[in-house]
């Protein structure tokens, strides 16, 4: 017994085969051909071999000789790989909620005060210089003995501060200048979430007899809930990954007091040349980062909307 398919299976089939074969539809792919290119090449490519090397003994001098997971045994026993972790987390603790509350804050004035284009373009502005520039414009003004912060220091007639040399002070002075660099753009994506939430929601809440307090805690916050979790996960995982401040300022000291785990891994991967260990280190850290932001959508309800 044949059976023959259906004539709108059939129909489904030849609509399917038009719509991907027609002109426009060859167009989107080259427009797409290039991220695509860059995507695999630059990322895709990178991350999969970056796997493959995390599971061999890889030095870049002797052939890759496959050792299971012995790598991730090793890492998991490593006291320097904690520290680095438990440094990381601090930066992470420093950073995030300062710079989240300053640019929520930003973003407020901004909303009820003025929304001139000039007064963006300067906040952004800081996050639009590189951040090695910004690295060593920090390093310079930060010097003990012949920086501008120093000397604002003694002319008040204070002690001089070694911001970046100090155990002590070295990861709060990273934290301050990428909370810097980055609390204006932080802001303005805030502003642009701001801008969706609905004028007659204010005005409901006047007529309740809110106050601007309560208004700001009742209305604003959980209406602006989804811009603020991407906020909050893109700034995590941009925190975990801090890195050329580090390079340009401290290089993990003083004292292993700002070695964090990017520049745990940069020591192993392009030092010590153990390609391996260092590409395991990094799929250990993708694997935080990823529970984390799984996390975080779960808890704050990221796919949802109090403007439903």
């Given at each position: ?73 090793n890492i998991l ?73 120093n000397q604002i220091?003694t002319t008040l ?152």
């Amino acid at each position: 017994m044949t059976i023959n398919p259906s004539p709108s299976s059939n129909t489904r089939t030849s609509n399917w085969l038009k719509m991907w074969t027609k002109g426009e539809t060859w167009l989107a792919y080259l427009f797409i051909l290039p991220g695509l290119v860059g995507f695999l090449t630059f990322f895709a490519i990178p991350a999969v071999r970056g796997l493959l090397f995390s599971f061999t003994n890889a030095d870049m001098v002797s052939e890759a000789q496959w050792i299971g997971t012995q790598n991730f045994e090793n890492i998991l026993k490593d006291e320097n790989f904690w520290h680095s972790l438990a440094v990381t987390v601090q930066y992470v603790l420093l950073n995030i909620p300062l710079q989240t509350v300053l640019a929520i804050g930003l973003a407020v004035l901004m909303n009820r005060l003025t929304q001139n284009m000039l007064v963006r373009g300067v906040l952004v502005l800081p996050w639009l210089i590189p951040n090695v520039v910004v690295a060593l414009l920090w390093l310079w003004m930060l010097d003990p003995q012949l920086g501008l912060i120093n000397q604002i220091l003694t002319t008040l007639g204070m002690d001089r501060v070694p911001f970046l040399g100090n155990p002590s002070s070295a990861m709060a002075s990273i934290a301050g200048i990428n909370i810097w660099r980055h609390v204006g753009y932080t802001a303005l994506l805030l502003f642009a979430g701001l801008q969706t939430i609905p004028k007659e929601m204010y005005e409901a809440a006047a007529i309740d007899g809110a106050t601007e307090v309560r208004t700001f805690f009742a209305v604003t916050l959980p209406l602006l809930r989804p811009v603020l979790v991407f906020v909050l996960i893109t700034s995590i995982i941009g925190s975990f990954q801090i890195f050329d401040t580090i390079a340009i300022t401290t290089k993990g000291g003083p004292v292993d007091a700002t070695r964090v785990i990017y520049w745990y891994i940069y020591n192993f991967g392009f030092e010590r040349f153990k390609m391996g260990y260092g590409s395991a280190v990094a799929v250990i850290l993708f694997l935080i980062l990823g529970t984390i932001t799984i996390i975080q959508l779960r808890l704050s309800r990221a796919n949802t909307s109090d403007l439903d």
